[in-house]
């Protein structure tokens, strides 16, 4: 196995009543960004979906402790997106005797969050070898500038002669 396997975790609100196309907006604020900086975001976030996906963001994070026993502050929002759910459909009373269809939307709110890969420590770096170096070149020369030629004067006027 060439690369060690990243745990994920996932929560997942499913027939949250809101329109999907208002959730997505606030879930493209918080993909990408570490735990504590996507709930300062969504604290901050006046929309009404920002409550519900702050809940899913505090579940998974609780999902990360309890069953996997990571550290919820080091995690990191590798995916946040929103799904349609179903439209529930009712009717509503109009003028003369008609009445209208109301469509209320539903959304599925997934958030996965990630542990964020430790960079390993670098290496001591060998000495160099002095036998085996490439000989230094010397800098190129600077060419000489090529000279412009003299910009030409216009013919001066001839002056006429008064009578």
């Known amino acids: 196995m060439a690369a060690a396997e990243r745990q994920e975790v996932r929560a997942v609100a499913k027939w949250v009543r809101m329109s999907p196309r208002k959730a997505r907006l606030v879930t493209e604020h918080i993909r990408g960004r570490s735990v504590p900086e996507a709930r300062t975001v969504l604290a901050f976030t006046p929309r009404a979906a920002a409550r519900e996906i702050e809940k899913v963001l505090r579940s998974a994070v609780a999902n990360a402790e309890a069953n996997h026993n990571l550290r919820g502050d080091e995690l990191v929002v590798s995916a946040a997106f929103v799904d349609e759910g179903p ?29 964020p890969e430790r960079a390993p420590e670098p290496a001591e770096p060998e000495p160099a070898k ?20 003299a910009a030409k004067k216009a013919p001066a006027k001839k002056k006429e002669a008064t009578v």
């Open 130 to 149: 002095e036998a085996t170096a490439a000989p230094k070149r010397k800098p190129a020369a600077k060419k000489p500038a090529a000279k412009k030629p």
């Open 87 to 115: 439209v529930i459909k009712r009717f509503r009373a109009r003028a003369r005797g008609r009445g209208v269809q109301i469509q209320k939307p539903t959304c599925h709110i997934t958030v996965t969050l990630v542990a």
